[in-house]
């Protein structure tokens, strides 16, 4: 089983960006999947989540209004739009997928992990 995220980069604040998680291996239709951050020096943090529906999503507050989560069951993947982008938001940003008993906001109820992408905000 493996998370493939990509989509990061360098953009200036204010600028936007589309994250991709492609998983193989096994499907992820019936789960939450998520994406979480982890600045320098910082404890990952939660981004958001989305039911196995998508109709569901859940943000952490400080992306509320900005970030966008969603997913396309049929290619197994599950997207994170970054708009209005701030120089706090620099991190690297992971996928996770299948969190135990759908507690989506818990780090370690994830069971499965993407490898991570570099997103840097220059102000």
């Known amino acids: 089983v493996q998370l493939q995220a990509s989509g990061g980069g360098l953009v200036q604040a204010g600028g936007s960006l589309r994250l991709s998680c492609a998983a193989s291996?096994?499907?992820?239709?019936?789960?939450?999947m998520g994406w979480f951050r982890q600045a320098p020096g910082k404890e990952r943090e939660f981004v958001a989540a989305?039911?196995?529906?998508?109709?569901?999503?859940y943000y952490g507050d400080s992306v509320k209004g900005r970030f966008t989560i969603s997913r396309d069951n049929i290619k197994n993947a599950v997207y994170l739009q970054l708009n209005s982008l701030k120089p706090e938001d620099t991190a690297v940003y992971y996928c996770?997928?299948?969190?135990?008993?759908?507690?989506?906001?818990?780090?370690?109820?994830?069971?499965?992990w993407g490898q991570g992408t570099q997103v840097t905000v220059s102000s």
């Open positions: 291996g096994r499907t992820f239709s019936s789960t939450f």
């Open positions: 989305i039911s196995w529906s998508g109709v569901t999503t």
């Open positions: 996770a997928a299948d969190p135990y008993r759908s507690d989506y906001v818990r780090e370690t109820a994830y069971r499965y």
